[in-house]
């Protein structure tokens, strides 16, 4: 979840920089299923590219900002480069500064300065040339290239076959020790309070919400089930339009332009993407495991909770049954995903309900 969330801001970040950059160039814009710039051909000026894939085979006599699924440079760039992708390829030469972020990237060519990488895996080949400093973040680099200047950044694992010309800097992440039985226990007692406290809460603040979840979840697990994971996805495509219409909304009043305005729309979409993260974590860590206990513990009273004093000896039994469920060895993890699933998918269920009683509530 953690890592979801970090790439989201992510995401968000570099959108926020390409648009401000944009800003400022004024440049060409090119989008689709593929774009390529073909070899032989030259683009004067920057340019903006955004497709499924986006190859450089040409010239670009400028900088290039480019996004996709795969981006690769196997042409010329005079200016800088920044690319956001799930794949990203850098055989060509690069006279500026090179800044990827990319779920793999592979550097052959030439990097007349910086190369910047935010990455899952790196390689920096044997053939590649880096003119100014590496500066990364990485699950993964090989360093088999020549790098005129220095090399800092933090990685898992980090292997050097080329030559560093300045001084070198790399922090490695070493793997956290396994926790003691009594960390383990204090751990499991902070999770304990801290989704019975948010589920205290809702019983107080949004009561028929968390009550008509916890029915659901014991009347309609299937169907919550399935809504559960509905919503995870609906989640994800909401943050990818957010962002994708953010940045192509700032880009047209770039052109257009009107810097002013598009830096308030990156600043707008930015926060609207932290705030669908934040709410999404709060339900997925707390709401959701607060419902499913409630649900659980209101078996013991054959589903009759109609007290805050009933409800809240539920509560607090169906929860404590949900975090000892998350800390059986092996299955504790898959329980927990179920657990926050069936949660989700039965408040989900719980949001047409509260439409319809606002809107049949008299003005």
């Given amino acids: 979840m953690k890592r979801i969330a970090l790439l989201a801001v992510a995401m968000a970040s570099l959108s926020s920089t390409a648009v401000a950059q944009q800003t400022e160039l004024g440049g060409k814009v090119r989008s689709g299923r593929e774009v390529t710039v073909p070899a032989g051909e030259t683009v004067q000026g920057d340019l903006i590219a955004s497709g499924g894939t986006v190859r450089i085979d040409g010239r670009v006599d400028g900088d290039l900002v480019a996004s996709g699924g795969q981006v690769t440079v196997a042409g010329t760039v005079t200016g800088d480069v920044l690319a956001a992708a799930g794949t990203t390829t850098i055989s060509g030469q690069v006279d500026g500064d090179a800044r990827i972020a990319s779920g793999q990237v592979q550097v052959d060519g030439r990097v007349g300065e910086d190369l910047l990488i935010g990455s899952g895996q790196a390689t920096v080949a044997s053939g590649a040339q880096v003119g100014g400093d590496l500066i990364f973040g990485a699950g993964r680099m090989q360093m088999d290239g020549a790098v005129a200047g220095s090399v800092l950044g933090s990685t898992g694992s980090?292997?050097?076959?080329?030559?560093?010309?300045?001084?070198?800097?790399?922090?490695?992440q070493q793997p956290e020790p396994a926790p003691t039985l009594t960390e383990r226990g204090f751990g499991l007692l902070r999770r304990y309070v801290s989704i019975l406290i948010v589920g205290l809460v809702l019983l107080w603040l949004a009561p028929r919400l968390l009550r008509g979840a916890a029915a659901a979840v014991r009347r309609r697990t299937l169907l919550g089930f399935g809504l559960g994971i509905l919503g995870f996805i609906g989640v994800v495509v909401a943050l990818v339009l957010v962002?994708?219409?953010?940045?192509?909304?700032?880009?047209?009043?770039?052109?257009?332009?009107?810097?002013s305005l598009a830096g308030v729309t990156a600043f707008a979409g930015t926060?609207?993407?932290?705030?669908?993260i934040f709410l999404f974590l709060l339900a997925v860590a707390f709401g959701a495991q607060a419902a499913v206990g409630l649900g659980l513990g209101g078996l013991l009273f054959r589903g009759d909770v109609g007290s805050f004093g009933r409800a809240f000896v539920a509560l607090a039994l169906g929860v404590l049954v949900v975090v000892l469920l998350s800390a059986i060895p092996v299955a504790g993890g898959w329980l927990q995903a179920l657990v926050v699933?069936?949660?989700?998918?039965?408040l989900l269920l719980m949001i047409p309900r509260r439409q319809r009683r606002l809107a049949e509530q008299p003005v």
Avoid: D, P
Wanted: a positive charge.
């Fill in 158 to 172: 980090y292997a050097r076959g080329g030559s560093v010309g300045g001084s070198e800097k790399v922090t490695m």
């Fill in 243 to 259: 962002i994708f219409v953010t940045v192509l909304v700032a880009i047209g009043l770039g052109l257009l332009g009107l810097g």
């Fill in 271 to 276: 926060l609207t993407v932290a705030l669908i």
């Fill in 341 to 346: 699933l069936l949660g989700l998918g039965a």
